[in-house]
């Protein structure tokens, strides 16, 4: 990589950091050894596109590398190297997916290279509309100005149709393959800038350095036939008849030399847009941004409330909400809720750094940065729902946006499980999976206040979360910890897999993994090897969300949508659920009366020492030794206390509740209906906790009354066990 810094440390001149155009390389020994410069996501990237697949994937190029495609989400604890591919074309290039095909991606590089790259087939094919040889020659000299950030397009409308920006526009109408000049020289053309570059000594002409270039291209969501073009050297040109004709609609009062740098057509009006523009290179960092409501005939400067320092490279308009605006400057993120008669810094997590581009996917935010790599700022709801009187009251739900089922039934709980300590920081995070959802509250919740969130599907509450959980842990670690039968363990957390409602004053956010409670159970998740017992996934459809905040209750509408990689009949994802929610119901069940009956039997034990205080233990004492004795038989059968730990299968046997567990594990790995087999094996285990259940009453009913008589017989108090249920 080129390197451009080298910082030493003034009191241990041993530390040493590299500064180069692929990151960073650190010296702890004056430069004998350096660390790699992939041990961290430094990359610069100069241009971000999206495609339609769900997740969908990043794309971009980085300089003095590869271009990038990069999925936004993967299965397992992040999202690394070995998830990520380039796509051909060159470091500096725009990069554009085929809306049609994302298997296909259009890169640029020097000099007018573009190549059409087949990921099926891993080759990228140069498709350049002038393929010229440009190291060494002056610029004027060459028949096609490109700027080595040349833009690429494929068109939303036609998507055979290939934009190509030099000094003029081009276009393919088949991908590619011919290609036709659709505009004039939209630039200045200044032929004084457009000579060797380099000196005094030698030249450098590599293509980087070519001026009077199209350098920012919008086409139109709205119509085929409507493009905006903007140069490096401060003009914007519109067509609104495919390129037959242009106007020049260059904002009065913009620096002559200014280079525009991203142009925004409205998603909601046809006739506004809006462009970013720099003149950094000419030490004027001031930033600037223009709107027009009229096809470019006037613009309105709306760059109040960003600082003077932090020059502007990107603005864009929300899809989903009128005059919801992101704006990218030299040193960070801004937003503005008025349609850019305000801004306000949007930093959140993000580190300070050059924002160069912004797209929206669907509901996220995505982010290029030059020396940060990617970042993606997931689910824009508040920002879509927020409006002026939120902050007012004192309790506001935000509507959540549909959340979509992803993964199997129960591989991504999986993946979560075996996380932890997996993520650093070559690790991509994943986007939360489940619905998100925001709540405002105006004052901080006073300890006794009660703060429950709730999801409903039909009127019944399917999972729920408080803040008052870990008062509830609390007292279950109490209680395990005083228990009188130390062979059976503490329970685990009821949200195990979930969060504790934390609430707070301002915005809260709060992730809902599309799950089910959990079942309860006697012992850790993990005895249970690969198959640990998780919540089960709700199905597709309408569901309720409530927040009550002490008397005060709300409610919003969303759904569940399902996996549109996947086609499955909804009908089977409801037996799906169903069949789960029973197994789950069974583990929790076989758990249960092996606590009721080990309970069951300490009783008995300490009744039948009662008795022999009293001198007369004979009847009482047998009594109590044969219904303990079959109390274990029956538990046995229900579950193995030598399981404690995962793997502990391999070396002990395996109980009923373990095989309840093994079925839902393997029921869960896709969206799919449960097969035959896995129907039958249900009804096979459900028999055999019938019976067991049967076997279990059967003591409650007779055993435990005989063991009463010899009590009685003995002059000791009965004992007064729960009753059946």
Known sequence: SDNH????????????????????????????????????????IYRVAVDQRVPYWIYGAQQDKTTIAIPSAFPGPGI?????????????????????????????????????????????????????????????????????????????HEPHVLYHAAQVLLRSPDGGETWEEISPDLTRNDRGKQGYSGGPIGHEITGVEVFDTIFALAESPHDRATIWAGSDDGLV??????????????PKGLPEWIQINALEVSPHDPASAYLAATLFKLEDRRPYLYKTNDYGKTWTKIAGGIPAGAFTRVVREDPARRGLLYAGTESGLYVSLDDGASWQPFQLNLPVVPITDLVVAGNDLVV?????????????????RWQPETARRPVVLLRPQPATRGGGAGLDALDALDADGARHARLGQNPPAGLVIYFWLVDEPKPADVVTLEILAGGKVVRGFSNRQPEAKAAKAAKAANAANSDIGPEEDEDAGGAVLSPKAGLNRFVWDLRMEEPKLITARLVFDDYPPVGVKVAPGAYTVRLRVGTQTFEEQTRVLPNPRVSVPAADLERQQQLLAALHARLAETHELVRRSRDLEARVRDQAERAAQ????????????????????????????????????????PKLDFQFAALAGVLATADARPTAAEERRFADLDGQLTALRGALREIWDQDLAAFNRALAAAGAPPLLAEPWR
């Open 5 to 44: 810094d080298l910082w030493i440390d003034p009191d241990d001149p041993q530390r040493m950091i590299l500064g180069n155009d692929g990151g960073a390389r650190i010296s702890l020994n004056g430069g004998r050894t350096w660390s790699s410069e992939d041990n961290q996501p430094t990359s610069q």
């Open 368 to 384: 290029a940065t030059q020396g940060r790599a990617f970042w993606v700022l997931d689910d824009l709801t508040p920002l879509r």
């Open 80 to 156: 690394g190297e070995r998830d990520w591919h380039p796509v051909g074309g060159g470091e500096c290039g725009w990069v554009a997916p085929d809306p049609r095909d994302p298997d296909v991606v259009y890169a640029g590089g020097y000099g007018g290279e573009i190549t059409r790259y087949d990921h099926r087939t891993r080759q990228a094919r140069e498709i350049a509309a002038w393929p010229q040889q440009i190291d060494g020659q002056a610029v004027r000299d060459l028949r096609y100005r490109w700027n080595w950030n040349a833009p690429i397009l494929v068109s939303r």
């Open 237 to 250: 040109h519109l067509t609104r008849d495919g390129g037959k004709t242009w106007r020049n609609v260059t």
């Open 614 to 653: 009293l001198g007369n233990a004979g009847a009482s004492r047998e009594r109590a030794q044969e219904l303990t004795a079959k109390l274990d038989r029956v538990a046995e059968q229900l579950w193995n206390p030598e399981l404690q730990a995962d793997e502990d299968s391999l070396v002990y046997t």
